[in-house]
């Protein structure tokens, strides 16, 4: 344990490790220091300000994030003093700001608004006769614009490129009260983890191109989620309008991506958002699908299983939630079962400044729970081997033609490739359930529904644990069915997993 | 004063005995002078004992903060563990200051031997000399001296730098002078680390200005306590000083005087007083960033640290700008608030924005659009200004403001009631 201090902030007693900032400490006392260029995630910079308090026998206000925790510091944020330091700091920064929200993508998350909707002076006195500084729009790359009036010079931008990105192409141009971020000039801002700049931007300044205008931040519902671009498990928010996912931005998590995520994550939404969703159960009657409710699908699938033996395999995405898939292996347990995932590869992007943190090259945000369920990477072998099984299970991938003697149950979010299913069900996407993925470090981590299923659609859990003979009201209930199941899991539960995930391993009474 | 007039009877020579001496630029010129003997003796001592010898000298940082030189030595860590460096700020840039000018165009070994005595006192390998990008002449100067006393093996196992400015004010602080000799923009850092733990390439490091090293030698030559024996009013300030005085006066110029000497002395007497017909009407007595003195302030003024603080200002870095009766008082506010406001690094929110309205309020003023609230706007957003960012710049311009509308509100009014014709500001 670390040498702890104690000290006063806001009347507030609290106790913090030596070398704590000011700033971090506040929070512990419940207390937000407002602040614009300080970032947990990015060395102090000191400059914009913002968080200037009283510290009792210091004659001259001091910035909370630059300043060390002593014991017995009396700290008041809200002293007169301390508020009329404030309040000076956001006069200045609005005299040159255009003050245009009703166009401005930041607007309702914007922490100018919100500082200055605080503690900001009710008008300005800054003369309406005078010219505000004016710089056009600058195009910085692929989706970062750049509205420099809106600019409060924080340098958190910055500090990201070079500090955490360690490719300095941004920088402050000019001095006083010209000054500008500028961008190299032989360069563009495209790195893989650039679109950061945009998140860490506190007010309007740096803006996606992929959202501009897309939405207004008071019109979208926010869900904490996990990234599905990657085997890296960042954790992410949702942000949806009216059932439609917008926008993902970083979630916070020290232990997995600190403040930040890659910008293939950034942009890996799409798909949740697709249009040819299977809607309703479907059966095969002679060559034609017919729809179906979910008893009719469920005896057919229970008739398909007891008619079988032999042989089984489960070709599953590793985009499946690691409760589908313990029920999925739960299932085909009384056959001689295979189970093997497919992994599409990309690049492999890291983010420098941040250890064993990186865009990986296995686009596969499950993979690690498929192999501790005993899912296989050789895919290649189980398709192989679905040439003579009985039954071939298939999760939710479609671009798997199979080739089989046996019977295909199909469970998916779209229609599969090639139609010999004799059966397909419809299955809840990652945005429309509950769920963990493991990590490649073998983090679980949970993952929250955001919308509801389209029609008769189910999560995978629920489809296959209604096969079994205690089917799970929850993923919650069938987290902890797994957890007493299977070794990599023992000991953990998913009301405990938390918003930041556990280590698989880390629970209590796990053996060796 | 030296150079370009003789030295006045009441000047205190000591730094400025050669200005004007060619020769005494020369290695062999300045050797034939006494020089280097100061260094020689340096080397043979203890580090700590230059130290304690610089302490007790009373010897203050000249560049205008006023901190006690072998104080600062102090700082530096005891047990060394890396490289230690030493900076040498001779980015003069306050205006109306030039003695270090002066001190690098004519006595450039007196810098270079003051600066490795310093080096050895605080156990650098590595001094940086930090020389104004405008500052050509003394740039060719100390080039010159550099390469002859190198040439001359007199350092010892001291490499002495000499690092050129690209022309920024601001590289005149200290922890933006160690940015800006790193390569990097120069903004200042936030305090602490100072420099002593952390500064420049994060490696320990002291930083002196010209004048404050180029008293070393003679401290080291004749002794703490001749040099304390330089006092003239307060015994917390010993030595000599060079003022610099500029403005509206007969004879500007360098002068050299105990500190202690009366303000009002060194105006009428060793400068020449006021152009014929003219009276004081108020004075800058230590660079443009410190308050404005009225006449009344001026006369009594003593000149040491506590002298110009009990008149009201700051000694500052000695930069003297009189102003007569002609003087407007307005327009030479804003032409220094415009000054800072080109200057500021744009790190803090209250220096980047408040120098630059602070001049669009004074512009405003000058052109007869003013209003009477303004000026107590001007107060308030000075004192929003004040003590509140990572360096001084912002108080820098707050100061002059603050002090001119209170001195001399009367001017300010009258441009705002259209007593006074407007000014075109350009």
């Known amino acids: 344990m670390a040498d702890l201090v104690n000290l006063t902030i806001d009347e507030v007693q609290v106790s913090v490790p030596k070398g704590t900032l000011v700033i971090e400490a506040a929070k512990q006392a419940g207390v937000l220091v407002p602040h614009y260029c300080y970032h947990p995630g990015l060395p102090v910079a000191g400059v914009c300000r913002m968080c200037l308090v009283e510290i009792e026998k210091t004659p001259k206000l001091q910035i909370a994030c630059a300043t060390q925790v002593a014991e017995g510091m009396v700290v008041k944020t809200r002293s007169g003093q301390a508020k009329s330091g404030r309040t000076g700091v956001l006069e200045l920064l609005l005299i040159n700001h255009p003050l245009d929200c009703p166009i401005c993508d930041q607007a309702g998350e914007c922490e100018l608004q919100d500082f200055t909707f605080q503690e900001g002076r009710p008008s300005t006195r800054y003369s309406p006769t ?45 001095r006083g009260d010209r000054a500008f971020i500028g961008v190299h000039p032989d360069a563009q801002l495209d790195h893989p983890w650039s679109g950061n700049v945009v998140d860490l ?35 992410v928010t949702l942000d949806l309008r009216d059932d439609t996912v917008v926008r993902i931005r970083p979630r916070a998590n020290v232990e997995v991506n600190r403040y930040f995520i890659c910008d293939h994550g950034r942009g890996h939404y799409r798909w949740m958002n697709r249009g ?39 070709l599953v995405s590793p985009k499946a939630s690691t409760e589908g898939l313990y029920y999925a292996r739960k299932l085909l ?107 490649r470090d073998g983090r679980v981590q949970r993952y929250f529904q955001a919308r ?61 | 004063m030296g ?96 003695k270090d000018r002066e001190i690098m165009r004519w006595t450039p070994h007196a810098l270079l031997e003051g600066t490795a005595i310093a080096a050895h006192a605080i156990r650098a390998e590595v001094a940086y000399i930090y020389i104004r990008g405008e500052f050509t002449e003394p740039w060719t100067v100390m080039t010159q001296a550099l390469a002859e006393a190198n040439a ?74 001749w040099y304390k024996s330089l006092c003239l009013s307060s015994p917390k300030s010993t030595g000599t000083k060079l003022f610099s005085v500029c403005g509206h006066i007969q004879k500007p110029g360098n002068v050299e005087v105990t500190l202690g ?28 960033s410190v308050p404005i003195l009225t006449r009344e302030e001026t006369e009594k003024c003593l000149l040491d640290y506590e002298g110009v603080a009990a008149a009201g200002s700051l000694l500052g870095s000695g930069g003297v700008i009189v102003f007569d009766d002609s003087a407007d008082m307005v327009y030479q506010i804003m032409r220094l608030a415009r000054f800072y406001a080109h200057e500021s690094c744009a790190q803090c929110t209250q220096c980047r924005e408040g120098t630059a309205w602070t001049t669009k309020i004074m512009e405003r003023i000058l052109a007869g659009k003013g209003q009477m609230k303004d000026l107590d706007l001007l107060l308030d957003l000075s004192e929003n200004m004040t003590g509140k960012t990572i360096c001084v710049l912002s108080d820098s311009c707050a100061t002059p403001v603050i002090s001119g509308i209170t001195k001399f509100r009367s001017e300010f009014e009258d441009y705002i009631t259209g007593k006074k014709r407007p000014v075109m500001v350009a």
Request: hydrophobic letters at 40%; charged letters at 20%.
């Open chain 1, 130 to 174: 005078y010219p505000k500084r004016f710089n056009p729009v600058e195009d910085f790359g692929p989706d970062v614009l750049y509205v420099p009036n809106r600019c409060i010079l924080c340098t958190r931008c910055v500090r990201f490129m070079e500090d955490v990105a360690k490719e300095p192409v941004l920088n402050v141009s000019e």
């Open chain 1, 201 to 235: 931007c506190p007010v309007g300044s740096l803006l996606s191109k992929d959202f501009l205008h897309k939405a207004r931040a008071w019109e979208l519902d926010k869900t904490a989620s996990v990234c599905t671009g990657c085997s890296q498990g960042c954790n």
């Open chain 1, 276 to 314: 040819d969703r299977v809607e309703a159960p479907l059966v095969k009657d002679g060559t034609d699908l017919r729809a179906v409710d979910w008893d009719e699908a469920l005896d057919r699938v229970r008739t398909i299983l007891q008619g079988a033996g032999g042989s089984a395999v489960a």
């Open chain 1, 333 to 439: 347990a009384r056959f001689n079962w295979t189970g093997a995932f497919q992994v599409v590869m990309g690049e492999e992007a890291p983010l420098s400044g941040v250890p064993n943190l990186a865009l990986r090259a296995e686009r596969a945000p499950n993979g690690k729970g498929a192999e501790l369920l005993g899912y296989s990477r050789d895919y290649a072998a189980a398709l192989k081997a679905a040439e003579q099984a009985a039954v071939v299970l298939v999760i939710d991938d479609p671009e798997t033609a199979v080739k089989t003697s046996g019977q295909v149950i199909y469970l998916g979010t779209a229609a599969p490739a090639s139609l010999n299913a004799s059966i397909i069900l419809p299955m809840a996407s990652m945005v429309e359930e509950d769920g963990t993925y493991v990590n």
């Open chain 1, 452 to 512: 509801g299923t389209p029609a008769m659609a189910r999560p995978a859990w629920w489809v296959l644990g209604q096969l079994t003979d205690a089917a799970p009201e929850s993923a919650s209930a069938a987290f902890d069915v797994m957890a007493g199941d299977v070794d990599a899991f023992r000991g953990m539960s998913y009301a405990t997993l938390g918003l930041t995930g556990q280590r698989t391993g880390a629970g209590a009474g796990v053996p060796a």
């Open chain 2, 3 to 98: 150079y370009p007039q003789k030295p006045h009877p009441k000047e205190t020579v000591v730094l400025s005995e050669y200005f004007g001496d060619p020769e005494a630029r020369t290695y062999r010129g300045w050797v034939k002078r006494g020089g280097y003997e100061a260094l020689k003796k340096a080397l043979g001592m203890d580090p700590n004992a230059v130290t304690e010898e610089v302490k007790n000298s009373g010897l203050r940082g000249r560049g205008g903060a006023g901190f006690p030189t072998g104080l600062k030595w102090t700082f530096m860590p005891k047990e060394k563990k890396g490289p230690h460096y030493l900076c040498v700020n001779a980015d003069e840039s306050e205006p109306g200051t030039f």
């Open chain 2, 152 to 225: 001359a093996k007199v350092f010892g196992n001291i490499t002495i730098h000499l690092h050129r400015g690209a022309g920024a004010y601001i590289c005149g602080e200290e922890t933006a002078l160690m940015n800006s000799i790193e390569g990097k923009r120069g903004n200042p850092r936030i305090k602490p680390p100072f420099p002593a733990v952390a500064g420049v390439f994060g490696k320990p490091t002291t930083i002196n200005n010209v004048e404050t090293l180029a008293a070393v030698p003679h401290i080291i030559k004749r002794g703490a306590d």
């Open chain 2, 261 to 288: 000497f009366p303000l009002k002395d060194v105006i009428y007497e060793m400068c020449g007083g006021m152009r014929p017909g003219r009276t004081l009407k108020a004075c800058i007595p230590g660079g443009s």
